[in-house]
């Protein structure tokens, strides 16, 4: 099986700066995109910003220029470094990979962590 652990989330003001890590662990041969995702307390999930096994990028709208996603590939890892953060960005972020375990026939499967507390408030 695949493991997802998060870390990094908190209370910061708005303006401030948080870095969120998420790492892969357990039967893995190969991991393909990266992603991270935000649920808001009455909303539905959303994307926040993929990264692929080649390193292309993608965000939503409302965190271009102030988000950045990438990935270390050796740490199975994939990270969020989030700049002038907005009470709007609060949530509950969850990261996913999708991954090709370490079996026969090498099945691929979405997996994702546990999800991470980020509170943007003054």
């Known amino acids: 099986q695949v493991q997802l652990v998060e870390s990094g989330g908190g209370l910061v003001q708005p303006g401030g700066s948080l870095r969120l890590s998420c790492a892969a662990s357990g039967s893995i041969f190969r991991i393909y995109s990266m992603g991270w995702y935000r649920q808001a307390p009455g909303k539905q999930r959303e994307l926040v910003a993929t990264i692929t096994s080649g390193g292309s990028t993608n965000y939503v709208d409302s965190v271009k220029g102030r988000f950045t996603i990438s990935r270390d590939n050796a740490k199975n890892t994939v990270y969020l470094q989030m700049n002038s953060l907005k009470p709007e960005d609060t949530a509950v972020y969850y990261c996913?990979?999708?991954?090709?375990?370490?079996?026969?026939?090498?099945?691929?499967?979405?997996?994702w962590g546990q999800g991470t507390q980020v509170t943007v408030s003054s």
């Open positions: 996913s990979m999708t991954v090709a375990r370490a079996t026969l026939f090498h099945n691929t499967d979405n997996y």
